[in-house]
Every structure is written in structure tokens, then in C-alpha cells.
């Protein structure tokens, strides 16, 4: 095989890992880009070939970067180029480039205007997150919590939750996101 019949082969793989990771079905991944679930299954499995057409609204969907997608090489350049994604009102500015394993985010929550009606959502992983600026309002479980600058939770995402703004200021956050079983681990030491 050549060079670029093993990148070619090796998209559909990827596809299907990356879709796992993040607990996607193939129904609701198809709602998000517009591709048929029969076309991902597809190009998931290596029976179509995939192009920039079908690749884009799946790097969209993920918020991760063509390139990761298909594999390319690494250029060896240690900067992550932020390509903020908005989703559900909010943005997330991607700071680290695996797929899999431990993502890492800032996210801005955009002010609170009247009243919001929480809607709190499970899902595979667990979560740390560090409010930078703003106040930060997270429902967690039967726990109504408003974190400051400087204040820090961490949480299995399998508990019902909601991020949301606590006032009339938007909330700036690091999120670190990783698969159930990892966890985000901070180890202090006196000098």
C-alpha cells in the first residue's frame, strides 16, 4: 500500500473510536452533520472513502482539527492553534489536541439573562473544572453550588449536571475532561 492509501484506511478506524469516546450513536451524529447514518457507518468501517465533503461537518461535530481526524504527520510544531467551537450557547476553546483520553478546554459561559431552566445531562467521563473569572453556577446532583475565581470541583459526569453563569457576568473556565477511571489529580508540595 502507499502513503496515502494507509492515511486513507486508517480515517474509518479513527471515526469509530472518536465516536465511542464521546458516547455518540450513529443516529444522533448523523442529526449533527447531515451525513447518513448508512454513509458514516460506511466510511466508519472502510467501505467509503473519505473526503474533505464528509471529513469537515465531523471535525465540526467533534471540535477536533481535520488533521487529527486523518492522522497527518506531526509537523513537529509544539503550538496548539485554538479554533474556539460554540455549542449550547457556550465556547469552548480547545487546548490540547488528542482525541481520547484527557481533553483539556477553556470555556466561556456567556452571561445569565432571566431565567434559566437547567437542563441536567449524564455521560460517560469525569470531569475537573477551574473558574478563571466570573462566578460559576454547577448543579450537581441535588447540590446547587456557586464557585469563584480560584475555586476548583471535580466530579464523575455519570452524577446529573448543569454549568450555567451564577450572575449578570460571563464565566470564564479550564475544563479537563477525561474517560471514567481518569482522574485529575493535583499534588502540592511546600518549599
Not at 31 to 50: A, D, H, K, Q
Not at 118 to 147: A, M, T
Request: aromatic share 4%; glycine share 10%.
Amino acid at each position: 500500500m502507499d502513503e496515502l492509501s494507509d492515511v486513507l484506511a486508517s480515517v474509518g478506524p479513527r471515526l469509530r473510536e472518536l465516536r465511542r469516546q464521546r458516547s455518540v450513536t450513529l443516529a444522533n451524529l448523523a442529526e449533527t452533520t447531515g451525513i447518513s447514518e448508512s454513509t458514516l457507518s460506511r466510511l466508519e468501517s472502510g467501505g467509503r472513502r473519505p473526503n474533505l465533503e464528509l471529513l469537515l461537518p465531523l471535525a465540526r461535530a467533534y471540535g477536533v482539527p481535520l488533521d487529527e481526524l486523518v492522522g497527518a504527520p506531526h509537523t513537529g510544531d509544539p503550538r496548539v492553534h485554538l479554533r474556539p467551537v460554540r455549542r449550547h450557547g457556550m465556547t469552548y476553546v480547545p487546548l490540547s489536541r488528542r482525541a481520547g483520553g484527557m481533553q483539556a478546554h477553556k470555556l466561556v459561559i456567556p452571561a445569565r439573562s432571566g431565567d434559566v431552566d437547567p437542563d441536567l445531562k449524564v455521560h460517560e467521563g469525569y470531569e475537573w473544572l477551574y473558574v478563571l473569572n466570573g462566578r460559576l453556577r454547577l448543579l450537581l446532583g441535588d447540590q446547587d453550588l456557586v464557585l469563584k475565581p480560584g475555586e476548583v470541583a471535580e466530579f464523575d459526569t455519570h452524577v446529573p449536571h448543569w454549568l450555567g453563569a451564577a450572575g449578570a457576568e460571563p464565566v470564564e473556565l479550564l475544563v479537563l475532561f477525561g474517560q471514567q477511571g481518569e482522574r485529575a489529580h493535583l499534588r502540592a508540595r511546600s518549599t
